[in-house]
Nanobody, 116 residues
């Protein structure tokens, strides 16, 4: 069964760090580019970071140098991570993991709130 489940969001002060994770169950994800998106209130969903099955990465300009995407491929499950450092209030959003053929599968999202 294909399933993506995020965890690890929360409330953090500006300048702090968080490391959301996503468990993507299903053999399809081992060969899939995996992505993190985010959506802030009243804004469109935007791509934050992506990582190919071979480990190549790319980032939105707004998070370069602060966020790091990584993945661990286990049997039938890919564990996706987003290390977020030097967080800003503008990073506040629901963060979603995404993968599969043409990015067709989504998780339920995890809330990240950056506030003092």
């Amino acid at each position: 069964q294909v399933q993506l489940v995020e965890s690890g969001g929360g409330l953090v002060q500006p300048g702090g760090s968080l490391r959301p994770s996503c468990a993507a169950s299903g053999s399809i994800f081992s060969i899939s580019t995996m992505r993190w998106y985010r959506q802030a209130p009243g804004k469109r969903r935007e791509l934050v970071a992506a990582i190919t099955s071979g480990g190549d990465t790319n980032y939105a300009d707004s998070v370069k140098g602060r966020f790091t995407i990584s993945r661990d491929n286990a049997k039938n499950t890919v564990y996706l991570y987003l290390q977020m450092n030097r967080l800003k209030p503008g990073d506040t959003a629901v963060y979603y993991c995404n993968g599969g053929v043409a990015g067709s599968y989504w998780g339920q999202g995890t809330q990240v709130t950056v506030s003092s």
